[in-house]
Structures are given as structure tokens and as C-alpha cells.
């Protein structure tokens, strides 16, 4: 999160859910500017490949105070350090916000939802940023 003045820009009293990046304009003086995120544009695809795999997770959704509201068991379809698509019978809106927890590990992490989708197979899927750190793949089979 990011407070950019008084207001918030004006696409956000249009739709809350809409997502920002931050681009550095000088690093000298500590000034950068917010651009939206195109839903499905290359800001929001991560540059890394993901391996297509099913990693059993705990997937829990938090409503806009930070409380889990609803919780499931599911598997991923593919991973990435910075991002996965999960299989989910929940349904969750673009922009909120929920924990991936590994049911192996015990590793958790915060993303965030850039898009919600069913596959050609009927199967619905989110796909999720993550943003408080990085999924480790090493050792991962």
C-alpha cells in the first residue's frame, strides 16, 4: 500500500479494486509516480516461467480489515517464485488479497488476486501475485 496525496487517484473512486504500480522517476530525490495495471497486461504477468505442477496449499481469503474469511485445501496448477495459479471453488474478486500456505512446508504467502477465470475444462482458477516474498522452487519436484 501506498499513500500518493489527500486523494486517491481517480480510477480508484471509479473502481476500489483497481491495481497501481510505482515507477521510480528520480531515485535522487525520492520521486515516483503511480500508473495504473491493465488487467491481463504485461505489467501483470510475471516474467519468470512457471512449472506446471500441483503443490497442495491452504488458500485463505482476507476481507478489506485483514480478517480470513473463507479457507480452502486445493492444489496449484503452476508456480513461479513470483506468482501461481491456484484451482479454487471460492469465489474471489481481482484485487483482494489472500494467503497461500504450503500443506508440506508450512511456508505462507501473501498475494494478491490480478485475475479470476475458468480454464476451458470448467475449473475455476486465480491467479495470484506474490508480495511479500518469493515461493522457493529449489527442491521442488
Avoid: C
Wanted: a negative charge.
Amino acid at each position: 500500500m501506498a499513500f500518493t496525496g489527500k486523494r486517491p487517484p481517480a480510477s480508484y473512486a471509479n473502481e476500489p479494486a483497481t491495481l497501481y504500480e510505482i515507477d521510480a522517476v528520480s531515485a535522487e530525490d525520492n520521486m515516483w509516480r503511480v500508473r495504473e495495471v491493465e488487467p491481463g497486461g504485461p505489467s501483470s504477468r510475471s516474467e519468470q516461467t512457471r512449472l506446471q505442477m500441483a503443490l497442495s496449499v491452504r488458500l485463505e481469503v482476507f476481507d478489506f480489515e485483514g480478517r480470513v474469511t473463507a479457507s480452502e485445501q486445493t492444489v496449484t496448477e503452476n508456480i513461479s517464485p513470483r506468482g501461481a495459479a491456484v484451482w479454487t471453488t471460492l469465489k474471489v474478486e481481482r484485487g483482494r488479497f489472500v494467503r497461500l500456505t504450503s500443506t508440506e512446508t508450512g511456508l505462507s504467502v501473501t498475494a494478491a488476486v490480478r485475475a479470476a477465470r475458468s480454464g476451458a475444462d470448467g475449473i475455476p482458477r486465480l491467479h495470484l501475485e506474490f508480495i511479500d516474498r518469493q515461493w522457493p522452487l529449489e527442491g521442488i519436484e
